[in-house]
């Protein structure tokens, strides 16, 4: 199973970017579709975007559209998570993980039982 560490989260206020990264321990995982989930204290794990291993095709949470961008760099093994304009409700601790099948359409990919491989998690907190 792919090995998988998040880092790049930190405190930042209201407005602010951070950028979070995803490294995977093996090259296998550049032909499956990556996700990023979120998980706030006392809500549970919530879909924020994905990205697909064969065209890129990319689907983001309403929540986040127009100021998350989700990324993947296969020759480095790693998957990106830039935000931006951050708001006090985007705190929570940040999951990457690996698809099960190597693409999935929206709603599939939305779904954390589609996913294997999760990482530790990062901890973003935005302050208001």
């Known amino acids: 199973q792919v090995h998988l560490v998040e880092s790049g989260g930190g405190l930042v206020q209201a407005g602010g970017s951070l950028r979070l990264s995803c490294a995977a321990s093996d090259r296998t995982f550049s032909i499956y579709t990556m996700g990023w989930f979120r998980q706030a204290p006392g809500k549970e794990r919530e879909f924020v975007t994905a990205?697909?291993?064969?065209?890129?095709?990319?689907y983001y949470a309403d929540s986040v559209k127009g100021r998350f961008t989700v990324s993947r760099d296969n020759a480095k093994n790693t998957v990106y998570l830039q935000m931006n304009s951050l708001k006090p409700e985007d705190t929570a601790v940040y999951y990457c993980?690996?698809?099960?099948?190597?693409?999935?359409?929206?709603?599939?990919?939305?779904?954390?039982?589609?996913?294997?491989?999760w990482g530790q998690g990062t901890q973003v907190t935005v302050s208001s």
């Open positions: 990205i697909s291993w064969s065209n890129g095709i990319t």
């Open positions: 993980a690996k698809s099960i099948l190597p693409n999935y359409p929206r709603s599939a990919a939305a779904r954390r039982e589609n996913y294997e491989s």
